[in-house]
């Protein structure tokens, strides 16, 4: 289920983008809402953290796309953003406001799914799940977007998270399983990293959410690897 | 001396250890190792080294001593063994597992026969422990040289994609010359001539090895060249094509607006000057991305893009960008939007789509482009595979972007799905970046 947001002044680019997301929906087999807007104020006034992806054309009368997204970045630095435009724009604005990509009008479907696709693996990275643990205290849940890297130590797998550090029973071999697709690696065998935290990559260690990790030589390759291609499926 | 003694030594100076750490010698910086290495390691020596102790204490003089020939044919048995060895402790081809045992073969029959020549001129007994003693020390020297001679091999081994049929070809040779012109197993039908004659058919098998590394790097350095070259030639007819265009669009542009001047009616006037800010627009295309290089080579490729019907989007910070020095730079996009334009100009119209995007997070560049691929790639190595006649699709240049990423120590990957193609390239800052 994705909720998209598709806003611009005109009546027929607005009634092209749905049919165009209709047609998408239809061909993946994927739920979608869409909302359409005539303007950046009446789309900033209904926000309220509610969409996935929010198409923003830049052209518009009123405030236009880039001041719009500038200001929709204020609330919200997660949600995917992807211009539309009549200019291809290579913008240091677009980086600015942590855009997906421009769609040039007229927008042609094939270009329009391409980047949908792009859009959804963006949109699904910045979703925000949850994991159950049970403690000895009891199940506790954990944000997967809060855990910087989960390490194990005699059978003990030790969650190190925003939050704080929890430790729970257990073989490594579940827990990767299950963080796997939410773009974990291992980057050692006690080691099973949120690569979305890796801030810095040195020879044989890595730092992860403030803490240095070393990185197993025979791991080190695909490692890495792993990492190249996450940081070109995000937003950065 | 007691006959464990005698067997412990037989093991340390024999032919068994020997070509074990040969093999080893060729592997060891070669290859990646794979997991329990050293576990892997111990076990593939144990039967190697307690198997020829055993048939020696059966059958001093052979297994087969009745039967010369087939004797020395069941001294393949070892050769599969070094290769099972090298298929068990790392990871390697079939080819380079060929290569380095055949080369291993040579190199202990070299140091086998040095040794042989020592032992007879000083006259002391194989199985001794002065034997010894001199026979390591032979096989550092021996070994250290050997290792100085293939290292460059060694650390570069992805450059030289050795060729089977002639890896094969110097195997067979070597196999066959240790087999039959070696000493028969546990014999001792051997003296100072004969000696001399087998190093140095062993130094010139080696060489052949050699030679072979050697050959395999020229033709490598010709791929390059022929693909630099290739690449030059596609830049120009690039920049010819963008020039014809400008002119092609100020001639237009011209007479735009000489027509003005003599056009009364206003809606006219209005289409008219709404033709020339189309065509005025078409330069107007921001290519901002604060990096002077980088806005360069968006610039020409855009032109070129919009001349060809091909959509080029991207979303980037080029100050981000300005560790990599301007040629390198150059390359790397110059190359991989090449790549991309030349792949879409082949798919139809509505989806000739390239996009890209480069940002940093922490302390490193991700460089991110991708483009529609309707059909499918053959890879080899982790990239594209291109032939003399194809060069076409992404394996063009590629070997370029490689070497770049290699240079700034990044990280590079190619996917191919959902018809499309992603290029993705992460590079470590140079400079601390900013929070």
């Not at chain 1, 919200?76 to 009549?86: A, G, I, K, P, R």
């Not at chain 2, 919009?306 to 390198?328: Q, Y």
């Not at chain 2, 595979?385 to 240049?397: A, I, M, P, Q, R």
């Not at chain 2, 590629?398 to 190619?414: A, E, N, P």
């Amino acid at each position: 289920m994705y909720r998209i947001a598709v806003v611009d002044d005109l009546p027929e680019e607005r009634d092209r983008l749905s049919d165009y997301l209709r047609r998408f929906a239809a061909e993946r087999k994927l739920t979608l809402t869409v909302d359409c807007f005539e303007g950046g104020e009446r789309f900033l006034e209904a926000y309220d953290n509610n969409y996935e992806i929010v198409l923003l054309d830049i052209e518009m009368q009123g405030i236009d796309g880039m001041a719009t997204a500038r200001r929709l970045r204020e609330r919200d630095e997660s949600v995917c953003l992807l211009f539309v435009t009549y200019l291809a724009n290579f913008a240091l604005e677009g980086y600015s406001v942590h855009a997906l990509d421009f769609l040039v009008k007229p927008v042609s479907y094939e270009n329009f799914s391409m980047k949908m696709e792009r859009a959804l693996v963006a949109a699904d990275r910045a979703r925000k799940k949850e994991i159950i643990v049970s403690t000895p205290e009891g199940d506790r849940r954990i944000r997967i977007d809060e855990i910087y890297y989960v390490e194990v130590m005699n059978h003990t797998l030790i969650y190190h998270t925003k939050a704080g550090v929890i430790s729970v029973r257990g073989p490594i071999r579940d827990c990767e399983e299950r963080l796997t697709p939410y773009d974990f690696a291992r980057c050692n065998k006690s080691y099973l990293v949120n690569l979305n935290y890796v801030t810095e990559i040195r020879r044989s260690e890595i730092r992860v959410g403030g803490d240095l990790l070393p990185v197993g030589s025979t791991r080190r390759q695909s490692f890495m690897q792993q990492l190249t291609e996450f940081m070109g499926d995000i937003v950065l | 001396m007691s006959a464990v003694e005698e067997s412990v030594l037989r093991i340390l100076n024999g032919d068994p250890l020997r070509l074990l750490l040969a093999v080893h010698l060729f592997a060891f910086p070669t290859f990646r190792r794979r997991p329990f290495f050293g576990l892997k390691a111990v076990l593939t020596a144990l039967p190697l080294l307690l198997g020829f102790e055993i048939v020696y204490q059966l059958s001093p003089g052979g297994l087969l001593p009745g039967n010369p020939l087939l004797d020395r044919a069941l001294l393949l048995l070892p050769a599969v063994w070094l290769y099972l060895t090298l298929r068990i402790c790392y990871v390697c081809t079939p080819r380079e597992r060929l290569f380095s045992t055949s080369s291993a073969l040579a190199l202990q029959n070299l140091a086998f026969s040095l040794f042989w020549i020592a032992k007879t001129v000083a006259g002391f007994p194989e199985t001794s422990w002065p034997a010894l003693w001199v026979s390591w020390g032979m096989l550092l020297l021996i070994y250290g040289t050997v290792l100085l001679l293939f290292w460059d091999y060694m650390l570069d081994r992805e450059g030289h994609t050795l060729p089977m049929n002639r890896v094969s070809q110097n195997a067979i040779v070597i196999v066959l010359f240790v087999l039959f012109f070696t000493r028969r197993f546990g014999g001792t039908s051997f003296d100072v001539y004969l000696g001399l004659a087998y190093s140095f058919a062993d130094v010139l098998a080696l060489l052949m090895q050699i030679g072979l590394i050697r050959e395999t790097d020229l033709t490598l350095k010709n791929e390059i060249v022929e693909q630099l070259l290739a690449s030059e030639q596609k830049k120009q007819r690039m920049t010819a094509e963008n020039i014809e265009l400008i002119n092609r669009k100020c001639h237009d542009l011209k007479h735009q607006i000489e027509a003005l001047r003599h056009i009364s009616s206003d809606d006219e006037r209005n289409a008219y000057i709404k033709q020339v800010e189309d065509a005025v627009l078409f330069y107007e295309s921001a290519v901002k991305t604060s990096n002077e290089t980088l806005d360069l080579i968006l610039m020409e490729k855009q032109l070129y893009c919009k001349e060809h019907g091909i959509t080029l989007t991207g979303v980037c910070d080029g100050a981000r960008l300005n560790f990599i020095s301007t040629p390198d730079l150059y390359a790397l996009f110059g190359n991989a939007l090449e790549n991309a334009i030349e792949s879409v100009s082949g798919e139809a119209a509505e989806n000739r789509i390239i996009s890209f995007r480069a940002g940093v997070r922490g302390d490193f560049l991700s460089i991110h482009i991708e483009n529609y691929l309707g059909h499918a790639l053959t890879m080899r190595d982790g990239l594209p595979l291109t032939t003399k006649n194809d060069l076409s699709y992404h394996g063009f240049g590629m070997l370029s972007i490689r070497h770049i990423v290699d240079k700034y120590g990044g990280t590079m990957s190619i996917r191919t799905d959902q018809k499309l193609f992603r290029l993705d390239i992460l590079l470590p800052c140079a400079e601390p970046a900013e929070a």
